[in-house]
């Protein structure tokens, strides 16, 4: 099973914009991608949602190529709370099995 | 509206003892999932519920755990017997329609096995 795989960490300063991109190589072609901050002792929190190009809501962008092999997470103006853990989720198809992956993590720490 | 609720949300347990977690979804939720982070690793996939039918029961690891959906409301993952490597956090999600919105999750049990 293909995995969907993630930087293991960011540092970012305040203010700054962060990337984080999310590989999903077997990706199945008729679902939705979806990133998601988990703060500890917490479930993770639904941030954006997009099927192909670009989705923006007030507190993310997402970029999805035409492949849709990969994602990116862009967060604007980073501020100290956005110290989180960030999971893309993506609907996976393999060998007649449909299933939802979510991607390893990024650790994002967000310094003064 | 309430969100997922767990309980509990930790458990402290001896291997060979049984523990039971329950998942109350979104009211109106058909779509329900487990997932599991073990320390240090990944969220992986445990099984998926629409309604009380098990949709994919494809992540669960083993025979030793057990999962039900009785009339379609609550959930419970049962594992009997616990061993040290079941220790983690188990998730639960629920979304009316799949794919179509994000999930919500719950915050959570918190398995230690000892």
């Known amino acids: 099973l293909a995995k969907t795989t993630q930087p293991i960490s960011m540092d970012s300063y305040e203010g700054q914009e962060v990337n984080i991109t999310c590989s999903h190589n077997?990706?199945?072609?008729?679902?939705?991608i979806t990133w998601y901050q988990q703060f500890p002792s917490q479930g993770p929190r639904f941030i954006i949602q997009?099927?192909?190009t670009k989705v923006t809501n007030e507190v993310a962008s997402l970029f999805i190529p035409a492949d849709r092999k990969s994602s990116t997470l862009s967060l604007p103006r980073v501020s100290l709370s956005d110290t989180a853990v960030y999971y893309c989720?993506?609907?996976?198809?393999?060998?007649?099995?449909?299933?939802?992956?979510f991607g390893t993590g990024t650790r994002l720490k967000v310094l003064a | 509206e309430a969100g997922v609720t767990q309980f509990p949300s930790h458990s402290v347990i001896e291997k060979g003892q049984t523990v039971t977690l329950r998942c109350d979804p979104i009211?109106?939720?058909?779509?329900l999932y487990w997932y599991r982070r073990v320390m240090g690793k990944e969220i992986k996939f445990l099984l998926h519920?629409?309604?009380?039918?098990?949709?994919?029961e494809s992540g669960m690891p083993n025979n030793r755990f057990l999962a039900e959906r009785t009339g379609g409301t609550y959930s419970t993952l049962k594992v009997q017997p616990a061993e040290l490597e079941d220790s983690g956090v188990y998730f639960c999600?629920?979304?009316?329609?799949?794919?179509?919105?994000?999930?919500?999750f719950g915050s959570g049990t918190r398995l230690t096995v000892v």
């Open positions: 997009g099927y192909k």
């Open positions: 077997n990706i199945a072609t008729n679902d939705y």
């Open positions: 989720l993506v609907g996976v198809s393999t060998s007649g099995t449909y299933k939802y992956i």
């Open positions: 999600a629920s979304s009316q329609v799949r794919g179509e919105e994000g999930y919500t």
């Open positions: 519920f629409v309604k009380e039918s098990k949709q994919d």
């Open positions: 009211s109106g939720h058909d779509n």
